[in-house]
């Protein structure tokens, strides 16, 4: 049995014949028609077992699912989620639990995930991303630039919501997005997500880019650089490469 003083069970995942159990405050994984026993020496062996749930072991780290299990994503052997009591985006793998929001993005996570009400979260297939969603009913999200030592910060279109997504071929946060999900899923190596009863098919050459869910006026792209890391250390930049379509321009 798992410790209730972790909090509530707030999702289940099966994998193979491991049970992953989340609770509020803590990450375990059991065994599933099987148990471990014990040799002299205290090494575990594995055993066939009538039991449908075998011992329980939880993963390093003071880590939960707080109360959003929407925010829960997988891909592979790696599973998304966020934490909001403690502030952080988790990913589970085979190396443990890792607090992804670290990688950059360590105080938009801490501010805005108190301010958020729903938290989604999706993997887009195509693109290789964790796509994550904090929606609040009232207060709006701000976006903190987290570069060498400064406290700017700027609205992100005062919106009460944020959605961005993380690379696991960059290791970070690459972008910030416009569209507001409900839910969302890959299929086929298509990227879908809803909005309300909208259903919507990203990267869809016919549909105007930024526009989703047929908003009339969609925003804009922008990129911004970010050049100024470790400013004690010199650095040159021989060339810029960027990737995308032909016939675009940014002033």
């Known amino acids: 049995a798992v410790d209730i003083q972790n909090g509530s069970i707030q999702k289940l995942y099966s994998e193979d014949t491991n049970l992953i159990i989340f609770q509020e405050n803590k990450v375990s994984k059991a065994l599933i028609d099987k148990d ?5 020496e205290g090494q575990p062996l594995t055993t066939a077992s009538k039991v449908v749930i075998g011992q329980v072991g939880g993963f390093a780290g003071k880590y939960g699912i707080s109360k959003n299990p929407e925010s829960f994503a997988v891909y592979g052997n790696r599973k998304y989620f966020s934490d909001k009591n403690r502030g952080v985006i988790l990913r589970l793998s085979q190396d443990g639990l890792t607090p992804i929001s670290d990688a ?7 501010d805005n995930l108190t301010k958020t009400k729903r938290i989604y979260g999706a993997y887009d297939e195509q693109k290789n991303k964790y796509v994550v969603s904090l929606q609040s009913d009232t207060e709006n999200m701000t976006r903190h630039s987290e570069i060498a030592s400064s406290s700017s910060s700027t609205s992100l279109s005062s919106q009460n919501y944020a959605t961005l997504s993380f690379d696991e071929a960059s290791k970070g946060w690459v972008s910030f997005y416009t569209y507001k999900p409900t839910f969302g899923f890959s299929l086929s190596n298509e990227f879908y997500t809803y909005n309300n009863d909208k259903l919507f098919q990203h990267y869809r050459d016919d549909v105007q880019r930024c526009k989703f869910y047929n908003n009339t006026n969609p ?5 911004e650089f970010v050049f100024n890391d470790q400013p004690s250390t010199i650095k040159n930049f021989h060339t810029i490469d960027y990737e995308g379509s032909v016939g675009w321009k940014m002033s």
């Open 36 to 40: 471990v026993i014990f040799t002299q």
């Open 104 to 110: 950059g993005m360590r105080s938009f996570f801490r």
């Open 219 to 223: 925003d804009p792209a922008n990129i």
